[in-house]
């Protein structure tokens, strides 16, 4: 690209980025934030300082980003990083126990700075084989291809077609739910595999470079699946289509759902205010490397039908504004006509960036804009970064918190579950000094187990939930303190109004509790210091 071309795109990003910013609806306090939290950015054994500290720091970052969730990678592989009864523990923390609970400590940690932690499982994919993993213990459970061959351990994956799997990773799941405290259940690898048998890849090597086998031969060995491990040991290629399906095809994307249905439905029944998403891959019907038609995942009817609660697709392909904006909403092949019932019902769709791809690509400052482009989508409920390392090379914490994330938000309630609002909090405030006030809340006697809780502060005394600053979240069942600090450098100098709200687990709102205002708080004007010689020599500060 010529210098030239290079100058007019950045003009185009900045005239894009205006037209976006200026698009924002009148609300700005709600919206999800997060990074996806792999297991080995928490753990390592190599690591000089302990593991337990890591999980501190990387809450921290979230806070200093103005995040307020975290995907936590708790299960990978058929290996457990919490205290399982069905897995051993993983291979970060070589298949050993810690000496403590890495998913609980993490949760703590998030509540403890008004963070959400979504624990984030690996579904089918089973790679690799350890003593008590399920791969090693029921090897009958991974996916064969058409000839009956197993897929080889190094690949491995369960085979969402079998009941007995199904039900066995829903047991997994729900121990999570039901053990943990967690604010969310997120699915990765909720999909048939997409690996093809490697005697069947060099065959068909061979014949495209031979020329001996025509174009309509090589597409049909792509498109109907052979060589690929599609199959089980209960429904092999050679019985054909399972009874009660037209097609392979329908069995193969109703065994995922039938998945994701059961254990929605087992969420609803034992925590139902543990929101239930999935990470599906960014084309959900177009293209060759697509959700629906060639790993089965049809995450479109999950988030119509309610199946899930919040959609996070990983839009890894892109790293431009415009390329997003179309991909969700503008473009031929978009994920806009395909989801307007979820929409209309008011799931929560948030929009997965590859931030490792930012980064390899060398257009990492394309985050702010591409953000923009994103929030001027009505439906468009916030943002998840894979991966909390790029993250954490580009040091990016704090630089987000000032410019494209620069208020704390809450998260949009879907009141699809529960729409009752809590009873509202109480508020004191005590004047330190003329700088300082410290402001208490109290829950209401209504309440007795967690919730959130949102501080505001505002130039005046009607306290607007949706667009005033949000100076504080926290996360329990009692009573807090917030110190609210100036330097006197601000520029407004008057008094301020302080409020708060209780957030369900919903985050369904209450009113504003009652409201006090502060005395005026003091800007003082800037001192310079000048520096005088005298005939001495010697320097005098002034």
Known sequence: MSSYDSEVERILIFFLFLLFHYALPAGVNEEFRATWVVTWEQINPDWPRPNIDRIWEIMEKHKSANMNAVLWQARQNGTAYYNSSYEPWGKYLNYINPGYDPLAHAIQEAHTRGIELHAWMNVF?????????????????????????????????????????????????MEIVRNYNIDGLHLDYVRWNEYINPKRSEELAELTLDGMTPQEQIQELLENKKGRYLYDTLHPYSTGVPEGFESWEDWWQWSVTEFVRVLHDSIQAAKPWVRFSAAALGKYNWDTWQAYGRVFQDAALWFNEGYVNQLMPMHYHWTEPLDFYNMLSGGYQCWSPYIQDGVADGRLYTVGFGSYKFAIQGVWENHPVVVEACRSIPWVDGFQFFSYRWWDDYQYWEEAGETFFDSKTKIRDTKLIDSIPPDPPTVSLYKIDSLTYQITVTPPVTIASDYWYAIYRSTDDSIDVDNDE??????????????????????????????????????????????????????????GVSTVSTESGFNIHK
């Open 470 to 527: 949000i100076i504080d979240i926290r996360f329990g069942d009692s009573s807090f303190t917030y110190i609210d600090s100036f330097n006197g450098t601000q520029d407004y100098n008057g008094t301020y109004f302080y409020a708060a709200t209780v957030l369900d687990r919903y985050w369904n709102e209450s009113q504003v509790s009652n409201v006090l205002e502060s005395d005026s708080i003091p800007s003082f004007p800037p001192t």
């Open 125 to 173: 994919e089973c790679r690799g084989v350890g003593y008590g993993t399920p791969a090693e213990e029921h090897p009958e459970w991974i996916c064969r291809d058409e000839d009956g061959n197993p897929m080889p351990f190094d690949i491995a994956s369960l085979s969402p077609g079998l009941a007995e799997v199904r039900q066995y990773l829903v047991n997994v799941a």
